[in-house]
Nanobody, 118 residues
């Protein structure tokens, strides 16, 4: 059974940092690309960024570029999202998701909540 479990969310002040983790199981983590997606209260889903299979290429939404970093640890079957210089508009429920080459996102985690407030 494919499972994606996010952790690391919480309350942080503007300008602060958080690192989210996504523990993957039930599939060959090192054989798929992964992505982070977020949803702010009352808004739709927003793609945050993605990482390729090898972990050598990352892409980001303009809204987070230069502040967020995605990486993966194949040995630990874990995906990370390092978030720096956080802004109130970054507050959202953050999901990690598995990317299927043919169909796009095919599995989602349950999400972890990030709140940015003073």
């Amino acid at each position: 059974e494919v499972q994606l479990v996010e952790s690391g969310g919480g309350l942080v002040q503007p300008g602060g940092s958080l690192r989210l983790s996504c523990a993957a199981s039930g599939f060959a983590f090192g054989s798929v690309a992964m992505t982070w997606v977020r949803q702010a209260p009352g808004k739709g889903l927003e793609w945050v960024g993605s990482i390729n299979i090898e972990g050598s290429t990352t892409t980001y939404a303009d809204s987070v570029k230069g502040r967020f970093t995605i990486c993966r640890d194949i040995a630990k079957n874990t995906l990370y999202l390092q978030m720096d210089s956080l802004k109130p508009e970054d507050a959202a429920l953050y999901y990690c998701a598995r990317l299927n080459r043919a169909t796009g996102v095919d599995y989602w985690g349950g999400g972890t909540l990030v709140d940015v407030s003073s």
